[in-house]
């Protein structure tokens, strides 16, 4: 079992933090762009105004 340090990592695009790779993402790991679904609908608003 890998430790979370270990893990693959990348930046959210909206606020920055960066977030590890979870285990529903193993197929779709370089489409993930934000840390969560608040961030993603924060984004969908930026554009929208």
């Given at each position: 079992m890998k430790k979370k340090r270990d893990l693959p990592t990348k930046n959210c695009q909206v606020c920055g933090r960066p977030f590890a790779w979870?285990?529903?993402w193993k197929n779709v790991w370089y489409d993930v762009k934000y840390c969560?679904?608040?961030c993603a609908k924060r984004k969908r608003n930026l554009?929208?105004?």
């Open positions: 979870r285990k529903k969560s679904k608040l554009i929208a105004e």
